[in-house]
């Protein structure tokens, strides 16, 4: 999943050069030209405080969860089941946590 500097800006709070500035000090973000003045960003690359705010703000069904950091991973998680009409009702947040350790795993929801 890709996000341009405009979006990724408004959803962290900070300016837009700031976010540029980021981008040329951390080698570790992935970019690409978007339409030869503009730049789009792989959410993946981006630190795990950034790319939990971008799933929080934005549509995931095109990103790959493994790719993600484990507080992303979670929300994702918490938002397809919301979705599918699935609560997680007797483990909080803080407890998938512990259980998941700070590694990623795959989560299977089924209904039954």
């Known amino acids: 999943m ?8 408004e ?7 700031t976010i540029q500035l980021q981008i040329k ?10 339409d030869n003045k503009s730049y789009e960003i792989l959410v993946t690359s981006l630190p795990s405080e950034w790319q939990t705010l ?3 703000k934005t549509s995931t069904s095109n990103v790959p969860v493994s790719a993600l950091s484990t ?10 089941a919301v979705r599918i009409g699935s ?7 803080q407890e998938l946590k512990q259980i998941l350790g700070s590694g990623s795993v795959d989560v299977t929801l089924s209904l039954e």
């Open 54 to 56: 971008v799933v929080k």
């Open 11 to 17: 959803i962290v709070g900070k300016s837009r050069r």
């Open 25 to 34: 000090k951390n080698s570790s973000i992935v970019t690409r030209l978007k």
């Open 2 to 9: 890709w996000i341009d500097v405009k979006t990724l800006a």
């Open 71 to 80: 507080p992303a991973q979670l929300v994702i998680i918490e938002k397809k």
């Open 87 to 93: 609560k997680i009702d007797d483990i909080t947040q």
